[in-house]
């Protein structure tokens, strides 16, 4: 059964067209990976699912509910959770006020300390740091913290952009180890990704953006082994 239903949907910036026509899906515990170059639309479409924007033609569904124009603020208490390209952590606060912003729609305060034990436990270097502000940490412990900020609203699904953005190769590998592990844990995950090879390799199924277009869809081991996606996007 498909959580994630994206139908034809065009997007533009002032008037400007962006997205042309997407079409994809994804089923519940997958991991899904949406790759291709820098500028080709992906953090575009991952902004729209998440209702930072919407479609001006076309429509999303979630968990079997029209979110096509549905703002962000609410598509995240049905259970849809995105973290954006850069981190966008606040800067100022501690790891835990960062993580407990995560969980604003949760009221109670002894469900909230419980998702806190589940992210240090999934992440223990955030337990570490817990009272450390968010601009002290490295790249990759700031990528970890945005991570568990997204899961604390216990997402159906969680949307993370361009997780290996400015990370060191050997972080890159570890954020992307805990990804496979949320998955297994039972979050179904849509991943938009620059690095498409390590995407893939961690990826059920991927799509190919380009120009605003879908130009490749299919299973990730379909994808990996295409001559024309090796050659285009990892240098093959």
Do not use: W
């Not at 806190?116 to 990759?140: C, H, N, V, W």
């Not at 969680?158 to 949320?182: K, T």
Request: with cysteine; glycine share 8%; proline share 3%.
């Amino acid at each position: 059964m498909a959580i994630l239903e994206v139908r034809n949907i065009h997007c533009a910036y002032d008037n400007v067209p962006v997205i042309h026509d997407v079409s994809l899906e994804v089923e519940q515990g997958e991991i899904v990976a949406i790759v291709g170059a820098n500028g080709a639309g992906k953090s575009t479409t991952m902004r729209t699912i998440a209702g930072l924007m919407h479609p001006t033609q076309g429509q999303i569904f979630f968990d079997g509910q029209d979110i096509s124009n549905v703002p962000a603020s609410h598509t995240i208490q049905r259970g849809l959770s995105y973290v954006p390209e850069g981190r966008r952590l606040f800067a100022k606060l501690s790891v835990r006020e960062n993580l407990e912003l995560g969980a604003f729609a949760e009221k109670d305060k002894k469900v909230v300390e419980e998702r806190l034990e589940e992210m240090y436990e999934l992440f223990p270097i955030l337990k570490e740091r817990s009272d450390q502000t968010a601009e002290t940490m490295s790249g990759g412990e700031q990528q970890m913290c945005a991570i568990a900020r997204g899961l604390m609203s216990r997402p159906k699904l969680i949307m993370l952009d361009e997780l290996s953005l400015g990370l060191m190769p050997s972080l890159v590998e570890r954020v992307f180890e805990a990804v496979v592990e949320i998955n297994r844990r039972g979050v179904t995950v849509l991943l938009v990704e620059q690095m498409v090879q390590e995407a893939l390799e961690i990826s059920n199924r991927g799509y190919v953006l380009q120009t605003g277009r879908i130009v490749y869809a299919g299973t990730s081991q379909e994808l990996l082994d295409s001559d024309e996606v090796r050659r285009a996007y990892m240098g093959m």
